[in-house]
Nanobody, 115 residues
Framework: QVYVVESGGGLVQPGASLRLSCTTS????????LDWYRQAPGSQRVSVAR???????EYAESVKGRVTISRNNARNTVYLQMDNLQTDDTAVYYC?????????WGRGTHVTVSS
């Protein structure tokens, strides 16, 4: 059974930082690319960042320069460091992995940026 669990969200003020974590089980974590997506209220789920098995990262234009994705294969965990958060970053953040042709998602972690 594959499990994906996100954590680290919260309520922060504009300009603050958060680090989200996503831990998986049931897969050989080190060989997979992993993604962070987010879904703002009333909007579709969109990609935020992706990290390949070799550690190469890609970012959405909206977060470039403010977000860093990283992974710790020993802990089966992928991280999303978010700096200088803005109100537009308010969303539910989801972790995604495709395993044997099937998409696996966590339940998400809420990030609210408000003064």
């Amino acid at each position: 059974q594959v499990y994906v669990v996100e954590s680290g969200g919260g309520l922060v003020q504009p300009g603050a930082s958060l680090r989200l974590s996503c831990t998986t089980s049931g897969i050989n974590f080190a060989i997979y690319a992993l993604d962070w997506y987010r879904q703002a209220p009333g909007s579709q789920r969109v990609s935020v960042a992706r990290i390949t098995s070799s550690g190469s990262a890609e970012y959405a234009e909206s977060v470039k320069g403010r977000v860093t994705i990283s992974r710790n294969n020993a802990r089966n965990t992928v991280y999303l460091q978010m700096d200088n958060l803005q109100t537009d970053d308010t969303a539910v953040y989801y972790c995604h992995v495709k395993h044997r042709g099937r998409d696996y998602w966590g339940r998400g972690t809420h990030v609210t940026v408000s003064s």
